[in-house]
DNA sequence: CTTGAACCTGACATCGGTGTCAGGTTCTAC
DNA sequence: GTAGAACCTGACACCGATGTCAGGTTCAAG
């Protein structure tokens, strides 16, 4: 398939699958003209590039660990190194901390909204807002 | 007390408080020289901006929900609005997508380093490492 | 009064993924 | 062969919290 259609399926701009490709993060065979042509498998490996990047991971690091990954895709699929292990753990930290937070920021949302939820509903029985 | 202890005691950078303040998020009175004075309950409303910082909220969100909270900081706590709360809801559930996005990278991660982990016991035990 | 730490304002830099525009080429279908 | 959609490369802009530097002022302690 082409760009277009692969930014379609995994709903990535166009522009972003240029750049991951630019990262070094996804390959593309090329028509004769310069096109890029990708497989089926390259959806996969989007979306999971996708998640990576959404968890807050950069360019670099989804690089060292795409490799290592189980892939449906048939990589080379090699195995982390100790010292990439390390890397990964400090990682997984990293994300337990933001994890925690954003449960934290979600709590105090819910306490505001609920406020304001009460607030509708005195209006709604016809009770003065509160001002 | 001034901002290099409020810094200290919050963990966020001199630098940082001042933009906050510059946002409108964090007021301070000033000495006749025009040095920055913050009293106690300074420390908790960084402490809640830096939370709402790390869930992804930018200044102008918390700005709008700061005067909502439930505030041990004695600020004027109005309710939000119908219209805000509709604003949350929707930050609710980025933040919810969010979570989840997390946790699924967390979980590519442990398959990643529990191969590493598998690799480093082989080589301990004396076998050929994989390669 | 002096000295050094802490503070002030203002300006500029950074990071990195993404949007967007320009100007040109390729592909597909008629 | 031709029109129009899709693609190409390259470049620049952005966002927004934070770092950092410069040059100057204030504070607190001796």
Not at 6 to 22: H, I, K, N, P
Not at 82 to 90: G, H, K, S, T, V
Not at 91 to 111: C, G, K, T, V
């Amino acid at each position: 398939m082409r760009i277009g259609e692969l930014a379609r399926r995994t709903g990535v701009s166009v522009r972003s699958l240029r750049y991951y490709e630019q990262q070094g993060l996804l390959v593309s065979d090329r028509t004769p003209g310069g096109h890029r042509e990708y497989g089926e498998r390259a959806v996969d490996r989007v979306i999971r590039i996708q998640v990576l990047y959404a968890a807050g991971l950069n360019s670099r690091a989804i690089d060292s660990i795409l490799p290592c990954m189980r892939d449906e895709d048939g990589g080379p699929n090699e195995h982390a190194t100790a010292r990439l292990a390390q890397d990964l753990r400090a990682e997984r930290e990293r994300i337990d901390r933001q994890i925690a937070d954003l449960m934290r920021s979600r709590e105090i949302l819910d306490e505001v909204i609920a406020a304001a939820d009460v607030d509708e509903a005195l209006e709604m029985s016809g009770a003065n807002a509160a001002r």
